[in-house]
């Protein structure tokens, strides 16, 4: 895949201006010492080669084929024939134009396996391998004189990104190893991918840009074995599917949007998102020699974990000023040692040796997690004055580990090549350095799932069809969610046993949520009052269901969404009728244990009420964490055959927690 001893370029033009020219340009431009054989039918030779009118014509081996011709299919033939491995496709014409495009392609995939051969693309433009000299692609980036080589890889959805983010490293000094174009993923993905280069040992991070996640199950995998390996992996995501715009039935789906299911999928595979490509290209150096921080304050207590904080020197206060308020805006703070200060800011007036001096002292100062130098002019007109003290604290802080990063305020290239050189982290922008640092301390390491239990579905509840709300409390309750004490009132007398006051809802399977049709009606407080309201609800529906009426200190919102682009999710937030307004949700992989439930609690701002706020009475966020929890079982239940459920609200009590409202949408209804 990587490093082919002899490729096959299928299709190659003798004439130097076409695209279908440019690989056996690339590829002699920069090095490469293998074999190259051009295959044209028409030619004899191609650019001072010797052509050969097909792959079967060739006597030696050929390790990889790039194939550049409409009849794919006819190329991947011969490639079967001559025992090629591996096969990129340039060629488009498969699913990028549309269904028939797409049947095409599955038929290729298919062939390709019966021949032992493996496909990128197709739809890709190629491979670069600049550790070992491989420009096996049509990416007009390869013009370039020289490419910077380095241990960062990249695996894009993208091919013109490929040559975006190679030409703008090499400006910051920054060098990569491995760049692909998956294209189409027909055969070989972006999860299988991360995988190769998590065994690669030229590579030492993984950049991902991503339009789409297609195989999460194999990214996910691929994200613990880089992460297994101490690689760092890092996306840049954009595009929403149409399958993330189509509104879900339930507050869980409407609030689980792909965006947001992405986001929990990232953390919870390991994997470090980032919202600019200018970040993307720049964070490498501020995580190597690094892991997850796991830095958070009290654990699963249920306050409040600290926000993160960074200690800034500066001799630039604007500049300093317009990064620290981009750190504000992602939840960081700046912090001072024995000041109430944002910022050390050192005049133009000091001397290069009180800079690094103050500068070794954050780095070696408990109280701050991160450090960071705001370099003003100097850094464009006197980059070894201005770098030189960084470097210098740098090494001399010998007993931290602490992340240090500088933001340049004016363009200074020389001061990017120095830093750079040095594996010290330096960005452009206050907005991208805000984002890597908020990026670095939301990583996480890829959560456990072993251990996990399969769950057996109740023998009385159905496994598909439409589920009224007394069934999908039943189920709630058998997953260890605490629920309201609940009975049916069938006509023509509605006979129950629950002592008044009670709430009083229609029984349909068929409304998910029942106020917004005036089918609830609470703190019904005598029979007389009960038989009244019932012969109202008896118009929208035959049977009701009564509940005894629960009061607590707030309300909170608990889901599970099996969701169609990267599995199950549990999901808890402040409930209630306007939990979607709100939107004051947090989102993980499920199913979560208690610890990790209690975790996501935390971050919910609505629930500052619930942790003692200005002394008001704490709520019981454990047995919140335990409801979480339990509900989030649901993804262990053999074939899940739930796509949703949600309790909202579930009252939240000084002591416990009951699910009031239950609603379930199975895959088969």
């Known amino acids: 895949m990587f490093a082919p001893r002899s490729v096959a370029l299928v299709g190659a033009s003798g004439d130097a201006s076409k695209n279908t020219a440019r690989p056996q340009r690339y590829l002699r431009q920069h090095g490469f010492t293998g074999s190259i054989f051009p295959i044209n039918a028409?030619?004899?030779?191609?650019?001072?080669?010797?052509?050969?009118?097909?792959?079967?014509?060739?006597?030696?081996?050929?390790?990889?084929a790039f194939i550049m011709v409409e009849d794919v299919e006819g190329a991947l033939e011969d490639c079967g024939r001559?025992?090629?491995?591996?096969?990129?496709?340039?060629?488009?014409?498969?699913?990028?134009?549309?269904?028939?495009?797409?049947?095409?392609?599955?038929?290729?995939?298919?062939?390709a396996r019966e021949l032992g051969v493996r496909l990128l693309g197709p739809n890709s433009m190629g491979m670069i391998n600049l550790t070992e000299r491989v420009a096996l692609s049509v990416n007009a980036v390869l013009e370039m004189a020289v490419l910077p080589a380095g241990a960062t890889s990249m695996v894009s959805q993208s091919g013109t990104m490929l040559g975006t983010v190679l030409s703008r490293g090499a400006a910051r000094g920054l060098g990569f190893s491995k760049l692909v174009s998956v294209g189409n993923e027909a055969d070989l993905g972006v999860g299988e991918l991360v995988e190769l280069l998590a065994a690669d040992p030229q590579t030492r991070l993984i950049l991902l840009f991503l339009e789409t996640v297609r195989d999460a199950a194999r990214l996910a995998a691929g994200a613990r074995a880089a992460h297994?390996?101490?690689?760092?992996?890092?996306?840049?995501?954009?595009?929403?599917?149409?399958?993330?715009?189509?509104?879900?039935?339930?507050?869980?789906?409407?609030?689980a949007g792909e965006d947001a299911a992405l986001d929990a999928y990232f953390r919870d595979c390991g994997i470090l998102r980032v919202d600019m490509l200018e970040t993307l290209?720049?964070?490498?150096?501020?995580?190597?020699?690094?892991?997850?921080?796991?830095?958070?304050?009290?654990?699963?207590?249920?306050?409040?974990?600290?926000?993160?904080?960074?200690?800034?020197?500066?001799?630039?206060?604007?500049?300093?000023?317009?990064?620290?308020?981009?750190?504000?805006?992602?939840?960081?703070?700046?912090v001072t040692p024995g000041s109430d200060a944002p910022i050390v800011d050192l005049?133009?007036?000091?001397?290069?040796?009180?800079?690094?001096?103050?500068?070794?002292?954050?780095?070696?100062?408990?109280?701050?997690?991160?450090?960071?130098?705001?370099?003003?002019?100097?850094?464009?007109?006197?980059?070894?004055?201005?770098?030189?003290?960084?470097?210098?604290?740098?090494?001399?802080?010998?007993?931290?580990?602490?992340?240090?990063?500088?933001?340049?305020?004016?363009?200074?290239?020389?001061?990017?090549?120095?830093?750079?050189?040095?594996?010290?982290?330096?960005?452009?922008?206050?907005?991208?350095?805000?984002?890597?640092?908020?990026?670095?301390?939301?990583?996480?390491?890829?959560?456990?799932?072993?251990?996990?239990?399969?769950?057996e579905w109740p023998t009385e509840i159905p496994a598909k069809g439409k589920l009224t709300e007394?069934?999908?409390?039943?189920?709630?309750?058998?997953?260890?969610?605490?629920?309201?004490?609940?009975?049916?009132?069938?006509?023509?007398?509605?006979?129950?046993?629950?002592?008044?006051?009670?709430?009083?809802?229609?029984?349909?399977?068929?409304?998910?949520?029942k106020s917004e049709v005036g089918g609830v009606i609470l703190a019904v407080a005598s029979r007389q009052e009960f038989e009244r309201q019932a012969k109202s609800l008896a118009k929208k529906s035959a049977s009701l269901l009564v509940q005894r009426m629960e009061v607590g200190l707030a309300e909170a919102i608990i889901g599970y969404r099996d969701d169609p682009l990267v599995g199950p999710l549990a999901m808890v937030g402040a409930g209630g009728i306007l939990a979607e307004l709100y939107n004051d949700v947090v989102l993980r992989l499920a199913p979560v244990d208690e610890a990790a439930a209690l975790e996501m609690?935390?971050?919910?701002?609505?629930?500052?009420?619930?942790?003692?706020?200005?002394?008001?009475?704490?709520?019981?966020?454990?047995?919140?964490?335990?409801?979480?929890?339990?509900?989030?079982?649901?993804?262990?239940?053999?074939?899940?055959?739930?796509?949703?459920?949600?309790?909202?609200?579930?009252?939240?009590?000084?002591?416990?927690?009951?699910a009031v409202d239950a609603l379930v949408v199975m895959k088969e209804e």
């Open 82 to 111: 001559k025992g090629v491995p591996v096969v990129s496709v340039f060629s488009d014409g498969f699913a990028d134009v549309g269904a028939q495009g797409l049947a095409r392609q599955a038929r290729l995939v298919a062939r």
């Open 601 to 658: 609690i935390e971050q919910v701002k609505g629930f500052a009420v619930l942790r003692g706020y200005r002394g008001l009475p704490p709520g019981d966020l454990k047995a919140l964490a335990r409801a979480l929890a339990a509900l989030s079982r649901l993804a262990l239940c053999a074939g899940r055959p739930v796509r949703e459920a949600e309790a909202n609200p579930v009252i939240v009590k000084h002591d416990g927690v009951v």
């Open 470 to 513: 007394f069934e999908a409390l039943k189920l709630f309750a058998a997953l260890g969610v605490p629920v309201v004490e609940a009975a049916l009132a069938h006509a023509p007398d509605y006979a129950h046993a629950l002592p008044y006051p009670i709430a009083l809802k229609i029984l349909s399977a068929e409304v998910a949520h």
């Open 347 to 455: 005049t133009m007036g000091k001397k290069s040796a009180t800079y690094g001096a103050v500068l070794q002292e954050l780095l070696e100062f408990p109280g701050c997690d991160a450090v960071l130098a705001v370099v003003g002019s100097s850094a464009q007109f006197h980059p070894q004055l201005a770098i030189g003290p960084i470097l210098e604290a740098k090494s001399g802080a010998k007993h931290s580990a602490k992340p240090l990063a500088v933001f340049l305020t004016p363009h200074a290239d020389q001061s990017l090549a120095l830093l750079a050189q040095a594996g010290v982290a330096a960005f452009r922008t206050p907005e991208a350095c805000a984002d890597a640092f908020h990026a670095f301390f939301a990583w996480r390491s890829p959560r456990r799932t072993d251990g996990e239990r399969s769950v």
């Open 228 to 255: 297994a390996a101490g690689k760092p992996v890092v996306a840049y995501k954009l595009g929403r599917s149409q399958l993330g715009q189509r509104l879900a039935r339930s507050h869980t789906g409407a609030l």
């Open 42 to 64: 028409t030619r004899q030779e191609v650019l001072g080669e010797k052509a050969y009118p097909s792959l079967t014509a060739v006597a030696g081996e050929i390790d990889h």
């Open 281 to 334: 290209i720049e964070i490498g150096p501020l995580l190597a020699g690094h892991s997850p921080p796991e830095y958070a304050g009290p654990e699963h207590t249920g306050q409040l974990r600290r926000s993160p904080r960074v200690a800034v020197v500066t001799t630039t206060g604007g500049g300093a000023a317009s990064v620290v308020d981009r750190l504000g805006t992602r939840g960081i703070e700046t």
